[in-house]
T-cell receptor, first 107, second 114 residues
């Protein structure tokens, strides 16, 4: 069946460093969404990507959808302590979530 | 304020007992979902419903049951047949029955089976 893999599982950075998480699918996706879950909280929607090669930005966050629509990435520039949490990608047409990347930011 | 309400937030039960988790939304969304989250893992789909009186099994439906008698409500019952029920349960809803809409999540219910 379809799988959505995310790497890395865990990333620890110093505040101000950049961070990237990658999402890879075994099959072509119609769209991909990204969510953030703060420790002890629930997932909150960040963005949806639909078009091949699409790039979207939200302040320090940059989201990219691969040309083949099989992979996606989330890049955070100059991390802050408020960025702490687990970031999930989701292939919502298949109702499949990635395993998530836990980001820890040291002040 | 519109949103999704899950209750209870924390629940302790003895092994062998059935448990029902409540999920109510006032967002007028057609689609509703139940996910299970285990420590350090992603979300796994248990059941989903795209319309009242209809629902489909997700990847891990065994040991669970649901109903969708009203648009606003999608309760999940964790039965005694579920081998490892201790987990964090998340309910979500979305506007699109094509399952491409943004998912709105409730705050979750943490079930511990003693």
């Amino acid at each position: 069946g379809q799988q959505v893999m995310q790497i890395p599982q865990y990333q620890h950075v110093q505040e101000g460093e950049d961070f990237t998480t990658y999402c890879n699918s075994s099959t072509t996706l119609s769209n991909i969404q990204w969510y953030k879950q703060r420790p002890g909280g629930h997932p909150v929607f960040l963005i949806q990507l639909v078009k091949s090669g699409e790039v979207k930005k939200q302040k320090r966050l940059t989201f990219q959808f691969g040309e083949a629509k099989k992979n996606s990435s989330l890049h955070i520039t100059a991390t802050q302590t408020t960025d702490v949490g687990t970031y999930f990608c989701a292939a919502t047409n298949k109702l499949i979530f990635g395993t998530g990347t836990l980001l820890a930011v040291q002040p | 304020d519109g949103g999704i309400t899950q209750s209870p937030k924390y629940l302790f039960r003895k092994e062998g007992q059935n448990v029902t988790l409540s999920c109510e939304q006032n967002l007028n969304h057609d689609a509703m979902y139940w996910y299970r989250q285990d420590p350090g893992q992603g979300l796994r789909l248990i059941y989903y419903s795209q319309i009242v009186n209809d629902f489909q099994k997700g990847d891990i439906a065994e040991g669970y049951s649901v109903s969708r008698e009203k648009k606003e409500s999608f309760p999940l019952t964790v039965t005694s047949a579920q081998k490892n029920p201790t987990a964090f349960y998340l309910c979500a809803s979305s506007t699109s029955t094509g399952i491409t809409g943004e998912l709105f999540f409730g705050e979750g219910s943490r079930l511990t089976v003693l």
